[in-house]
């Protein structure tokens, strides 16, 4: 049985000053702030963007949060989320013009539901500091079902390309709304015809309040076995589990293989490949 927790992901544990996780060799999480124009009832920090009092990291904090990566020359990646960065432009664009300097930094991601959610929100000084970035910019877009993108979306998504940002995308499996290999379907398929590559559809996390939002897991695994035979590799994101406890995103094996030596193809027959 599922144990639902306020932070099933333990996030709080890895936190080594405010606003930053250091959870992963090499790569850390700097959560911006927790304003977010929506609030999602499965949100894995539900505890932090849920909260009337709302914050994002003053300049004391961020300055602490770029010396502690000047200082750690092992990380090499920051992840920036929230809440949704975007919602504070100026905190951001002060967080990447600085990091922007730091040799050690290397691959910089954005987290975002903006482009989805309030795409008319998204600041173009934003756009501004994006078009004269000396560093890769990649901004995942969190994106659940196709028809959530609009044309504003399709306009945003369009803007953040021409500014030379690579897109991809994680979704979340959501009972009663995406749980079917058809909307899954269009979903990824609309998602790579913009330029966004799928990159991870996870298993919702079991974060009190999502209890209604858990699909059953052998239809999760049912669904994304069928997925892979209809669509490109380059549609398919990975599927995982963001375990419990701070363990890091499983992914889970799909259907195909009935032991090590026999596998079931794309039409279904058992296919015997021996010793
Ligand atoms: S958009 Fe993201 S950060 Fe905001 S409430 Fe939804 S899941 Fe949480």
Redesign the pocket.
Known sequence: MTNFLNDPLMEEQFAKIKGLIYKYPKRVLVELNNI?????E?????RK??LKKKWQLNKKELKDILIFLGENKEIREVVI????PLMSPKELIFLLKKMERLENIKVIRI????PI?APEKISNDIFDFLNDCKKNIYLSI?CNLAQEISDESVEVLKRFRRAGVILYSQS?FLKGINDSVEELEKLFEKLLELGVRPYYIYRCDPVIGAEKFVVPFEKEKEIMTELRKRISGLAYPTYVIDAPMGCGKIPVPLNFWKNDKSFFDFNNKLIEIGE
Do not use: A, E, Q
Not at 36 to 40: D, S, T
Not at 81 to 84: C, L, N, R
């Open positions: 977010c124009p929506i609030y999602c499965f949100c894995t920090r539900k963007t849920f989320s929230g809440g949704d987290h975002t539901r903006m959610t969190h979340v």
